[in-house]
Structures are given as C-alpha cells and as structure tokens.
C-alpha cells in the first residue's frame, strides 16, 4: 500500500503523514516546500528570507518526503508575491504530484487544493482520502446559503466530495454546514478526526488574576465578518480597559479593513496586526482568557494552542471547538454582542471561574495533543485503507 500526502502549503498534513507511517505502507509526501538541508535550503537560511521557510519541517517525517527545487523555487516566489505567482505555483505544483504519483494507491489531499489531482486519481482507480478543513459554504453563517450552481469554489469542493472514498473533517460543524446542502449525500463517507496542539511550543500556566488587574483577553483570527470581529469590536465598547483589556492579532481581509479602524478607536482593545506562529506562544502566556466569536470555522487551531496554554476560551458553536461549555470555557451563539459581554462579565465577576477552568484545559488538552491526533489518524488508515 503506497500512499501520498499531497499539499502546496502546509496546514496540519505533517501529523496526519506521521499518523500514516509505518504497519508496511510505503508512504511519500509531496509538499510545495520541505526542508531537506539542500542547496536552496542552505543559501535561503543566510538571506531575510528564512523566516518564510519557518516550521517547513517535520522530524517524523523526513525520510518520507520528496522534493524538487523547480516547486521549492516556485513555492518561494509565492510567498514572496502571491498576487503575481499563485496561479502559476498551483498549477506547476499539481502538473509535478501527477507526475509523481506512479504506483500510488491512496492520496491524502486538503480541502481547495488539487483539484485536478483528485480527478486524475479518481480516474485511475486510486483512492482518496479529502479533508474538509473548514466549514462548506461559509456564507451560509455570515448572511445566507449560497446557490452552490453559481460559485465555482463550492461546486469544485462539491466535486472533490463526489469522487472521495472517504471525507475526514474536524468538528461536527464541519459535517452540519455540509449536511445543510447535501442532507445524507455523503454521510457515508464521514469520518470526524478532531486537530491538536504542541504541548512542547504552548506550555502550560494556570491563570490567576488580581482584583486591581484588568482581565486580559486574546483574540488571535483575522480581521473579519467570518471571525465575528463586527460582534467582538461591539462587545468590547461595553468595558473600560482598567476592567477588560482585549489584545487582537491578525490581518484584515477585505471585510475587515474598515473593522481596522474601528478597533482603533475602542480603549479597552489593542491590535496589534500580523505576529509570526514562532512569537505566539509569547501572546498565549501573558493573557488570561481566549476569545473568538466566529461565524464559521472548521476546528480553529488556536483554540487548541489556547488550551495547550492553559487559556480558558470563549467561543461559539461554530468555531467547532473541544470546549465544554462552563468546563473549560464558555460556548456562546454566534452574532450575539450580548452573549460576548454576558460571558466576559462572568469571568470578570467569578475569578474563581477563571482559576477553575483554566485547570480544566489542562486535562483537555491531554486528549487533544498532535501525538494524540497522528494515533487516531494510524487507527483511520489501519481501519479503513488496507
């Protein structure tokens, strides 16, 4: 059994190519970049541009991954300008995967990405395993259910359902926002696998706060209507900073620019803008409480690195958490400015809450580890691709 994990970027498909390795499958990942130490590596590691290779490596995985300078060259001329080179990178990449995929009797592909890959393996006879990674059909939480015949990106996302053999996802979110479309079209195929986070990059703090100290809370999501930033902006203007501080980081897309300005006017908030992942960590230890009240996620990982913190979390329903409401933080409806402000106030109120449920996320995190999550996806290969 010969299976490839294919992505042009990243994501999470390290753990989930650890998870597959091993019990006599011949496993090979094929990656839009990957450190391997060779000549592109070392002259790039002694420009200002190392930082954009940051975290392209994966110890488990090493001797398991291909690569090609033509793709790596390529890889980094996106990075660099993606306005002018994205086109161009992704269709290179899936013209190399094609090329690379003799012998091959599974691929493992993320969500919005190898389109055409999917459809040469589907011809071929070759199964898929497909992440959805984030919710289908966004805009169905944010204004109304978009008709699927009309947008390309949903229909290309239909198509990838259809020629699955098996749809792997994180959250049951996930699985309800494409239910709405397609009730029990696909069901069969569902498998729910939830993420993780590096308990050795988030360690641990129990949280403690001062009565003459504001409660401080982090928000790390773009800029957005899909992060519910509108809702948190106007949650915030409830609260002085002597009592609430809200630290915000991420980039606006385009909802989210004139969000921008707005942030900068609420006392109780600093934005701080984009922060490399290697200094976040920094953010998840100094701050109390985790916020982010979005309208559709797929599984946020940065629920889990808040955790792996020991950062109690207020969330909606639809970031597709593992938090427990009233546990290990407070699960809240989606665009409700007063269900934010009545969640901070309990925090705020009950310090003992906030002592309470930060011990809790200690035992969350304990089942949601990246460990934890390569075993579950070696128990999904082991069952269900032999």
Same mark, same amino acid.
């Given at each position: 059994?010969?299976?490839?994990?294919?992505?042009?970027?990243?994501?999470?498909?390290?753990?989930?190519? %650890?998870?597959?390795?091993?019990?006599?499958?011949?496993?090979?990942?094929?990656?839009?970049?990957?450190?391997?130490?060779?000549?592109?590596?070392?002259?790039?590691?002694?420009?200002?541009?190392?930082?954009?290779?940051?975290?392209?490596?994966?110890?488990?995985?090493?001797?398991?991954?291909?690569?090609?300078?033509?793709?790596?060259?390529?890889?980094?001329?996106?990075?660099?300008?993606?306005?002018?080179?994205?086109?161009?990178?992704?269709?290179?990449?899936?013209?190399?995967?094609?090329?690379?995929?003799?012998?091959?009797?599974?691929?493992?592909?993320?969500?919005?990405?190898?389109?055409?890959?999917?459809?040469?393996?589907?011809?071929?006879?070759?199964?898929?395993?497909?992440?959805?990674?984030?919710?289908?059909?966004?805009?169905?939480?944010?204004?109304?259910?978009?008709?699927?015949?009309?947008?390309?990106?949903?229909?290309?996302?239909?198509?990838?359902?259809?020629? %699955?053999?098996?749809?792997?996802?994180?959250?049951?979110?996930?699985?309800?926002?494409?239910?709405?479309?397609?009730?029990?079209?696909?069901?069969?195929?569902?498998?729910?696998?939830?993420?993780?986070?590096?308990?050795?990059?988030?360690?641990?703090?129990?949280?403690?706060?001062?009565?003459?100290?504001?409660?401080?809370?982090?928000?790390?999501?773009?800029?957005?209507?899909?992060?519910?930033?509108?809702?948190?902006?106007?949650?915030?203007?409830?609260?002085?900073?002597?009592?609430?501080?809200?630290?915000?980081?991420?980039?606006?897309?385009?909802?989210?620019?004139?969000?921008?300005?707005?942030?900068?006017?609420?006392?109780?908030?600093?934005?701080?803008?984009?922060?490399?992942?290697?200094?976040?960590?920094?953010?998840?230890?100094?701050?109390?409480?985790?916020?982010?009240?979005?309208?559709?996620?797929?599984?946020?990982?940065?629920?889990?690195?808040?955790?792996?913190?020991?950062?109690?979390?207020?969330?909606?329903?639809?970031?597709?958490?593992?938090?427990?409401?009233?546990?290990?933080?407070?699960?809240?409806?989606?665009?409700?400015?007063? %269900?934010?402000?009545?969640?901070?106030?309990?925090?705020?109120?009950?310090?003992?809450?906030?002592?309470?449920?930060?011990?809790?996320?200690?035992?969350?995190?304990?089942?949601?580890?990246?460990?934890?999550?390569?075993?579950?996806?070696?128990?999904?290969?082991?069952?269900?691709?032999?």
């Amino acid at each position: 059994m010969k299976i490839a994990f294919i992505h042009p970027l990243k994501h999470h498909v390290y753990y989930s190519m %650890a998870g597959a390795i091993g019990e006599d499958r011949d496993v090979v990942g094929l990656f839009g970049y990957y450190y391997k130490g060779d000549l592109i590596d070392k002259i790039l590691m002694k420009t200002k541009y190392k930082s954009l290779i940051s975290g392209y490596k994966y110890s488990k995985i090493d001797h398991n991954v291909k690569t090609s300078v033509w793709i790596k060259t390529l890889f980094l001329l996106y990075k660099v300008n993606p306005e002018k080179f994205e086109k161009f990178y992704f269709s290179q990449f899936e013209k190399w995967v094609i090329k690379n995929l003799r012998n091959v009797d599974c691929i493992h592909v993320l969500q919005d990405y190898c389109n055409e890959v999917i459809r040469y393996a589907k011809n071929r006879g070759i199964r898929i395993v497909y992440e959805q990674i984030i919710a289908y059909d966004t805009q169905q939480f944010i204004d109304k259910k978009t008709c699927v015949d009309s947008d390309t990106k949903l229909l290309r996302q239909k198509e990838n359902f259809d020629m %699955a053999d098996y749809i792997l996802m994180a959250s049951g979110f996930v699985k309800e926002s494409i239910e709405n479309h397609y009730r029990n079209v696909y069901s069969n195929k569902y498998h729910i696998i939830p993420y993780g986070a590096s308990v050795e990059a988030f360690h641990y703090r129990k949280r403690h706060r001062k009565s003459d100290e504001p409660l401080k809370l982090l928000s790390v999501a773009n800029i957005s209507k899909r992060k519910g930033t509108d809702y948190l902006i106007e949650a915030l203007k409830c609260f002085d900073s002597s009592k609430v501080y809200l630290t915000m980081i991420g980039l606006p897309d385009e909802s989210g620019k004139q969000m921008v300005q707005e942030i900068n006017k609420v006392d109780s908030v600093s934005y701080v803008g984009r922060v490399p992942h290697s200094k976040i960590n920094e953010f998840f230890y100094s701050n109390d409480v985790f916020i982010l009240p979005s309208l559709a996620e797929g599984s946020s990982l940065s629920v889990y690195e808040a955790i792996a913190s020991g950062m109690p979390c207020i969330v909606t329903n639809n970031v597709g958490s593992i938090i427990t409401h009233m546990k290990d933080g407070i699960v809240i409806p989606s665009k409700d400015t007063q %269900a934010i402000v009545g969640a901070i106030d309990k925090i705020y109120n009950e310090p003992g809450l906030l002592e309470f449920m930060s011990e809790q996320t200690k035992n969350t995190i304990a089942e949601f580890t990246w460990d934890k999550y390569e075993k579950k996806i070696a128990d999904f290969y082991r069952e269900n691709i032999v």
